[in-house]
Structure formats: structure tokens, C-alpha cells
């Protein structure tokens, strides 16, 4: 079972920026693709983004283009969602994931490892 645990949310502003990171062995993040989702409250999970073990990156366009980038740190042992131009609708508790090693999926099913969530509030 691999231990995923998210930090970094809080409460910001409209405008602000936010890291949030997702902290796990580095064995995890050397070898399973992580993912980024988020749920707003009477909401489905939606996917954020993805890194591959190898770094290629995958953006939910729609709603986080060029706003929201994912990177991971040279240890291995941290991926971070970088959240800049935040909007009230960010609102969401964000969880990061673990999926078996492949090209980023947005599918939630794909993930077999969840932390427990941060909790991003943005206020207007």
C-alpha cells in the first residue's frame, strides 16, 4: 500500500497562489504515475493533472490551462501542484493519487492509491 499525504491547502483570496504537495516514498513517484484531482463539495471528483515517472505532464484544459503546474522535486519524494490565479471555483478538497506506471490518466478509476485530501478554499 503506498502512503500518499497532500499539504499546503488553506483559505486564500481570488488572485493568490497555492502549493500544494503530495509527499510519499520515493519509491512511488520513481515508478507509479501521480495524479492530481480535486472534489467540490455535491461535486464529482475531477481530474487536475498527472506526471508520469518519466515527467510528461497531463492538464485538464478546461479548467486549469495555464494556471495549475505539476512538477516533482530532484529526490523524488515530493509532487507539487502549483495553483497560480486561483478562482472561487477552485474550491475543492484536493487529493493526489497513485496509478500503476503509464501515460497520465484522467480517469479516476486508473488510480489505486489515494491520500487523504487537502482542503483548498478561495474566497472572492
Known amino acids: 500500500q503506498e502512503q500518499l499525504v497532500e499539504s499546503g491547502g488553506g483559505v486564500v483570496q481570488a488572485g493568490d497562489s497555492l502549493r500544494l504537495s503530495c509527499s510519499a516514498p520515493a519509491r512511488t513517484f520513481m515508478w507509479y504515475t501521480t495524479g492530481w484531482f480535486r472534489q467540490a463539495p455535491g461535486k464529482e471528483r475531477e481530474f487536475v493533472g498527472a506526471i508520469s515517472r518519466i515527467g510528461t505532464v497531463k492538464y485538464n484544459q478546461d479548467s486549469v490551462k495555464g494556471r495549475f503546474t505539476i512538477s516533482k522535486n530532484n529526490a523524488k519524494t515530493k509532487v507539487y501542484l502549483q495553483m497560480d490565479n486561483l478562482r472561487t471555483e477552485d474550491t475543492a478538497i484536493y487529493y493526489c493519487?497513485?496509478?500503476?506506471?503509464?501515460?497520465?490518466?484522467?480517469?479516476?478509476?486508473?488510480?489505486?492509491?489515494w491520500g487523504r485530501g487537502t482542503q483548498v478554499t478561495v474566497s472572492s
Open positions: 493519487a497513485a496509478a500503476q506506471p503509464g501515460s497520465p490518466s484522467a480517469e479516476p478509476s486508473s488510480y489505486d492509491h
